[in-house]
C-alpha cells in the first residue's frame, strides 16, 4: 500500500490523509507533531531538534515517525523540516490549531483573518491567525479553524 500511495503522489503531487499516520483523537486534544513526509531521502533535523526525543527514523532514509503518545507539542520540527512536511495539530472544543511551515509573502500578523488551504489548495474557509514565529528561516503560524478541518487545512493564503 505504501508504494502504492508514494506512486500516486509523485503522479498527483498530492498527499493522500488516508496513507498517513495519524494520531487518535486523544491524542489531538493535547497536542501532536503530524508528519507527512513521503522522501525516502537522507534526512532528519527533525529527528535531531525534537528536545523530547520522540521523532524517530530506524535509518537515514527512513521516514520518520512520532511517538504521538510522548509528542509536546513544542513545534520546534515544524520550521526545521525542509520539506515543510511537519504541522502541529491540537483540538480543543469545537476549533482546531494547526501550526504550519509558512514560506511567502506577505507575512499575517497576529488576529489576521486568511484563508485555510488543503493539500490541493483548495479553499476551505476562513482561518484566524492566532501566533506568528520567525524565529527560524521558515516562519511557523499557528491559525484557529473549525474542529472539522484539523486533519484538512494545510496552508494559508492571506
Given at each position: 500500500?505504501?508504494?502504492?500511495?508514494?506512486?500516486?503522489?509523485?503522479?498527483?503531487?498530492?498527499?493522500?490523509?488516508?496513507?498517513?499516520?495519524?494520531?487518535?483523537?486523544?491524542?489531538?486534544?493535547?497536542?501532536?507533531a503530524i508528519i507527512e513526509c513521503v522522501q525516502e531521502i537522507p534526512c532528519n533535523p527533525c529527528v535531531a531538534?525534537?528536545?523530547?526525543?520522540?521523532?524517530?527514523?530506524?535509518?537515514?532514509?527512513?521516514?520518520?515517525?512520532?511517538?504521538?503518545?510522548?509528542?509536546?507539542?513544542?513545534?520546534?520540527?515544524?520550521?526545521?523540516?525542509?520539506?515543510?512536511?511537519?504541522?502541529?495539530?491540537?483540538?480543543?472544543?469545537?476549533?482546531?490549531?494547526?501550526?504550519?511551515?509558512?514560506?511567502?509573502?506577505?507575512?499575517?500578523?497576529?488576529?489576521?483573518?486568511?484563508?485555510?488551504?488543503?493539500?490541493?489548495?483548495?479553499?476551505?474557509?476562513?482561518?484566524?491567525?492566532?501566533?506568528?514565529?520567525?524565529?527560524?528561516?521558515?516562519?511557523?503560524?499557528?491559525?484557529?479553524?473549525?474542529?472539522?478541518?484539523?486533519?484538512?487545512?494545510?496552508?494559508?493564503?492571506?
Amino acid at each position: 500500500m505504501e508504494v502504492l500511495h508514494i506512486k500516486n503522489y509523485e503522479k498527483t503531487g498530492v498527499l493522500s490523509i488516508r496513507n498517513l499516520r495519524l494520531p487518535t483523537d486523544d491524542q489531538l486534544k493535547k497536542g501532536v507533531a503530524i508528519i507527512e513526509c513521503v522522501q525516502e531521502i537522507p534526512c532528519n533535523p527533525c529527528v535531531a531538534v525534537c528536545p523530547v526525543n520522540v521523532i524517530s527514523m530506524e535509518g537515514i532514509n527512513d521516514l520518520p515517525k512520532v511517538d504521538f503518545n510522548k509528542c509536546t507539542s513544542c513545534r520546534q520540527c515544524v520550521g526545521i523540516c525542509p520539506g515543510l512536511a511537519i504541522f502541529v495539530v491540537k483540538v480543543k472544543e469545537e476549533k482546531a490549531l494547526i501550526t504550519l511551515p509558512y514560506e511567502f509573502l506577505p507575512i499575517p500578523k497576529v488576529g489576521d483573518i486568511v484563508t485555510a488551504l488543503d493539500r490541493e489548495g483548495n479553499s476551505k474557509g476562513d482561518a484566524k491567525v492566532v501566533k506568528v514565529n520567525q524565529k527560524e528561516k521558515t516562519i511557523v503560524i499557528t491559525i484557529e479553524v473549525s474542529k472539522d478541518l484539523a486533519m484538512k487545512v494545510r496552508n494559508i493564503r492571506v
